[in-house]
């Protein structure tokens, strides 16, 4: 089970389905098959039970919830969290492209926080700043050129596309209008 701490929501989008509750696998299943078939190299799916930070008991999780996650083999620590789940009569559809913070962003921020371990760890810092800039091991918005931007977009857009044309599956069963889906998703590219 995963579980979410230190990192940042990028870009979202949600929509709530009238009348869909129960709904929450035909999505997943919806969204993989309609990702299948457009092939995107690079990305790959797969389902895990999220928990967020803060939620253990003892050593027992209280809150726990399934998403389809999809991640790129080339822009590591960008994951978009795929949920879908009932809200009373509805279906909250939703998803989140979180930046996980990488080795080097966790130890800036203890190096920021505890100035002791920043004097201790300052070499290390600097042999892994080094070797980031040779080998460009990770990719961040700050360091991203145009083909890192280009990969982002691609990939973003084919997992929303493939989600709208579920969610716009799932509408058209039950006899709503999926024009009325609001496309654009909040964040730093803004896809339509």
Do not use: D, H, Q, Y
């Given at each position: 089970m995963a579980k979410l701490k230190e990192e940042k929501i990028l870009e979202e989008w949600s929509y709530l389905i009238e009348g869909a509750e129960g709904k929450s696998e035909q999505v997943f299943k919806l969204t993989e098959k309609n990702i299948d078939k457009v092939q995107p190299p690079q990305?790959?799916?797969?389902?895990?039970?999220?928990?967020?930070?803060?939620?253990?008991?003892?050593?027992?999780?209280?809150?726990?919830?399934?998403?389809?996650?999809?991640?790129?083999k080339y822009l590591k620590g960008y994951k978009i969290y795929l949920g879908a789940r009932d809200y009373g009569k509805q279906l909250m559809v939703s998803w989140y492209l979180i930046g996980e913070a990488g080795v080097l962003a966790k130890l800036a921020d203890i190096m920021a926080k505890h100035w002791i371990l920043g004097f201790i760890f300052l070499p290390f810092y600097l042999i892994i700043l080094l070797l980031q800039m040779i080998w460009k091991k990770s990719v961040t918005l700050e360091n991203m050129n145009l083909f890192d931007r280009e990969e982002a977009t691609a990939y973003i857009t084919t997992v929303h596309h493939a989600v709208l044309e579920a969610v716009a599956d799932i509408m058209k069963g039950l006899n709503q209008d999926p024009s009325k889906i609001d496309k654009r998703t909040k964040g730093f590219l803004n896809i339509t």
């Open positions: 990305v790959e799916l797969e389902r895990e039970m999220i928990r967020p930070v803060g939620t253990l008991v003892g050593f027992f999780t209280t809150k726990k919830r399934e998403f389809l996650v999809a991640s790129n």
